[in-house]
């Protein structure tokens, strides 16, 4: 008798906490930034609004400061499920999806405001059905502003001034395409190795936004900050396709939603983060110059746009799309 209450007990036991498990998804989140960044703050907001959209059926636990690996890897890992959740710079996913390669043409956006007015347009929609095809699927997207060029020892203005320079790029060949045809030598690195090769010399410089030249003390050993903006690229909360594919229409609609709202406030965040940094680096002695002609620039990228349209024909009514959108 007290056998079989012991059993019955313990088969209570067992089904309840395989009830939990079942219903409760547990999702661990990769992000490069560290404390304070617009990325960082907007995905803890994303970790908090899940279990509140979702009756505490999703929870998720965010890893900051690239711990879990770096952008390359990360990606990888999103896509095979090891991970649910990346804040991830479409930059390194191009390689992998070549829709999605777009957005990191030299160039290609007029500003940050058209970048949006694409992604929010059938453009945005093909680089998004691109993307969860190879596993990762794009719930909102971050702003990442104009990156441009910075160095050690002199102000850019034209491409003759990167001749010869070794420039630490993320990784995708349409950057390596980029620094060459500008005369100079790229160097895809990870982020996480950009201080001390700028530092030691290994690079001479390298190319950024405003937040991340700042948050990563980049601006302390290359002091030049010359306003290409020849890169504007756009970031996503992106989920592993399989995990979002699993779930519920409601739970899908409810994580979508979050997504919305992370993105929604890291856009706020960007803009006054943004302004906050350039003060920042001009108070710490940053010499800033305003590129007054880009177009020497853009006309050196022909190439880079051939080759790429070589590679992917089928993707120049894509581009054609992008550059007829107002
Ligand atoms: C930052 C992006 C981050 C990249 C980094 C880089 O937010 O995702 O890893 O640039 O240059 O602006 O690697």
Redesign the pocket.
């Given at each position: 008798m007290f056998e079989n209450i012991t059993k019955t007990l313990a088969g209570a036991a067992a089904v309840a906490v395989i009830g939990v498990t079942a219903s409760a998804a547990e999702w661990r989140g990769w992000n490069?930034?560290v404390d304070g960044y617009p990325?960082t703050i907007a995905m803890d907001k994303f970790a908090e609004l899940l279990p509140e959209k979702t009756n505490g059926e999703i929870t998720l636990q965010m890893f900051h400061g690239g711990t879990l690996g770096s952008?390359p890897d990360a990606v990888e890992q999103v896509r095979a499920g090891a991970l649910e959740i990346g804040n991830?710079?479409l930059g390194?996913i191009g390689p992998i999806v070549a829709e999605a390669n777009v957005v990191s043409l030299p160039f290609v956006f007029k500003d940050v405001p058209h970048m949006f007015r694409v992604l929010d347009s059938e453009g945005g929609a093909a680089i998004a059905a691109g993307m969860a095809a190879k596993g990762l699927t794009p719930l909102a997207w971050y702003d990442?502003g104009a990156r441009s060029f910075y160095n050690g020892d002199k102000a850019i203005n034209t491409p003759a001034d990167v001749q010869g320079m070794k420039v630490r790029v993320?990784n995708n060949d349409l950057f390596t395409g980029m620094i060459a045809q500008l005369g100079g030598n790229p160097s895809p690195m990870a982020?996480a190795e950009v201080y001390q090769a700028l530092k030691t010399g290994v690079v001479d410089g390298a190319e950024?936004?405003w937040p991340?030249y700042e948050s990563t003390g980049h601006y302390e050993v290359a002091g030049y900050y010359s306003l290409s903006q020849h890169l504007i690229i756009p970031?996503c909360i992106c989920i592993n396709t399989d995990a979002f594919n699993a779930l519920s229409a409601d739970m899908q609609a409810a994580v979508s939603e979050a997504a919305q709202e992370s993105a929604t406030l890291q856009r706020e965040l960007w803009a006054a983060r943004e302004a906050a940094s350039r003060k920042a680096v001009e108070a710490g002695g940053v010499v800033v110059n305003e590129v007054a002609d880009k177009a020497p620039f853009q006309d050196a990228m022909g190439p880079v746009y051939e080759a790429y349209f070589e590679t992917n024909p089928s993707l120049r009514p894509l581009v054609e799309l992008i550059q007829a959108t107002e």
């Open positions: 490069i930034h990325n952008q991830f710079n390194p990442a993320m982020f950024n936004n991340s970031e």
